[in-house]
T-cell receptor, first 112, second 109 residues
């Protein structure tokens, strides 16, 4: 089945450690996105990529990094520079030029 | 960016009741979508509705782009409808979806 797969679903990390969240899609979508959600809040854009080897900062990119070496994959690294990394992270991809987004199941990161 | 206001913020319904959720935008939007976030956190697409009206079973949505709002109707609500409903849209020429803070719906049996 086509879809967006995020891993891991749950992740614990110590302060000062970097962690990478995986996002893979087999929908043949060009654009991919990373959002962050805090409790009781909506989603905020971290980074997005419209084509391979290109990506743009969103509203809250500080402390995060991404790469887009393959169309199917858009991993997000949460670095030690991110001051408050505990959150729910959602990856999405966009169908063609319509702007219609589809989301993965999310990764919940907790910093101890 | 645009501001997205959703109302009501919380809603409790008896099973079988109908409801209307509203989404207002501070500026013109494109690519308006409605999502349902289930208890496990996954965002499920409900409607992609830049304008007009669509229906899918017990749910329907209407967007009046010229007046910068959208409505989501839920009829004959069921306990499985519980969760948080988000609307989101992009500004003209932009790729970033701006989200509201959601409406938390609880349907009680």
């Amino acid at each position: 089945d086509g879809g967006i797969t995020q891993s891991p679903k749950y992740l614990f990390r110590k302060e000062g450690q970097n962690v990478t969240l995986s996002c893979e899609q087999n929908l043949n979508h060009d654009a991919m996105y990373w959002y962050r959600q805090d409790p009781g809040q909506g989603l905020r854009l971290i980074y997005y990529s419209q084509i391979v080897n290109d990506f743009q900062k969103g509203d809250i990119a500080e402390g995060y990094s991404v790469s887009r070496e393959k169309k199917e994959s858009f991993p997000l690294t949460v670095t030690s520079a991110q001051k408050n990394p505990t959150a729910f992270y959602l990856c999405a991809s966009c169908k063609g030029n319509t702007g219609e987004l589809f989301f993965g199941e999310g990764s919940r990161l907790t910093v101890l | 960016g645009i501001q997205v206001e959703q109302s009501p913020p919380d809603l409790i319904l008896q099973e079988g009741a109908n409801s209307t959720l509203r989404c207002n935008f501070s500026d013109s939007v494109n690519n308006l979508q409605w999502f349902h976030q289930n208890p496990w956190g996954q965002l499920i697409n409900l409607f992609y509705i830049p304008s007009g009206t669509k229906q899918n079973g017990r749910l329907s949505a209407t967007t009046v782009a010229t007046e910068r709002y959208s409505l989501l109707y839920i009829s004959s609500s069921q306990t499985t409808d519980s969760g948080v409903y988000f609307c989101a849209g992009t500004q003209t020429g932009a790729n970033n979806l701006f989200f509201g803070t959601g409406t938390r719906l609880t349907v009680i049996p």
